[in-house]
């Protein structure tokens, strides 16, 4: 947790020409693992001697990884140069002024309190893909698709892109998801939300109302924003003390329309159906849903 801080004070230490370079790398990465140095200047259009300078700086203070195993030495970014990078452009844009205390941390993600230039509180979400296999991403996230030369930095870029994409198209339906403010890089900065995890709560007092308040609201991303949640779960469901229901963590939402909508929505009715019957003893009809969202005839 220690590392975003670090990476806010970087923020504020590192002169324009870091940034320069940074960035130059970041645009490097497109074609290589680990960037050449005429690649580097190339791209920050400073001259190789500048360029040297920064790099050696940068590297020493542990925001690049170095390697001269490709024949060549070249450079990489690391996550805590993304997470300086994504918190510069944000603070540029005039989207936040800080970072605070970590709010979670989930298997593909970290969350922290942010402030909003006008100083409200807001929610910074890191997305880091790579704490998962990269074989297993490949094959769940549409969003990698094809691609072969993809690093995990540019993986959490894209799942912050989906996922911002998501809030953005669900919050017209006001169903209590985070609001979309912005999103740089792997970073998306959101509206608070409150609430604990459906998989935390000691005993719901009302567990049928809880889960038909789910399935309705299933059914309305479903019906009137066109989308599937995918990963659907006890972990991604927030419920406050009015028991309203908060869904979260939508990076790997897909179309109603997608040639797999029917698998896709059936697997995340299961797992909901999996948590209630265990827990609860109550269930529903699965089949019903799906005839709802005309699925199924």
Request: net charge neutral; proline share 4%; charged share 25%.
């Amino acid at each position: 947790m220690a590392q975003i801080f670090r990476a806010a004070n970087f923020v504020r230490e590192l002169e324009p020409e870091d940034f320069r370079v940074l960035v130059g790398i970041e645009l490097g990465q497109r074609r290589f693992s680990h960037v050449p140095i005429d690649q580097i200047s190339f791209y920050c259009r400073y001259p190789r001697p500048e360029t040297q300078f920064r790099l050696d700086k940068l590297h020493k203070l542990g925001l690049l990884q170095r390697s001269s195993q490709l024949g060549y030495i070249g450079y990489q970014l690391i996550f805590e140069s993304y997470d300086i990078l994504a918190l510069h452009a944000l603070g540029e844009k005039e989207i936040i002024k800080g970072v605070g205390s970590p709010i979670g941390k989930g298997k593909e993600s970290d969350v922290y309190f942010g402030q909003s230039i006008d100083g409200n509180e807001i929610a910074l979400k890191f997305h880091r893909i790579g704490r998962t296999s990269f074989r297993k991403v490949r094959k769940l996230r549409n969003y990698v698709k094809n691609r072969k030369h993809i690093s995990w930095l540019y993986i959490s870029r894209l799942s912050a892109e989906s996922e911002f994409a998501a809030l953005q198209r669900i919050q017209p339906l006001k169903l209590n998801t985070p609001a979309p403010f912005a999103q740089n890089r792997h970073v998306v900065a959101m509206g608070l939300i409150d609430g604990q995890e459906l998989s935390t709560i000691p005993q719901l007092e009302n567990p049928k109302e809880v889960l038909d308040e789910i399935l309705m609201q299933v059914e309305r991303f479903f019906l009137e924003a066109g989308m599937i949640h995918c990963d659907l779960c006890e972990f991604n469901i927030l419920i406050n003390p009015d028991n309203e229901i908060r869904i979260i963590d939508w990076p790997q939402w897909e179309e109603s329309t997608h040639p797999n909508a029917l698998s896709y929505l059936k697997r995340d009715l299961e797992n909901i159906q999996i948590f209630f019957t265990k827990h609860y003893g109550t269930t529903f009809e699965i089949d019903e849903v799906l005839r709802t969202c005309k699925l199924i005839d």
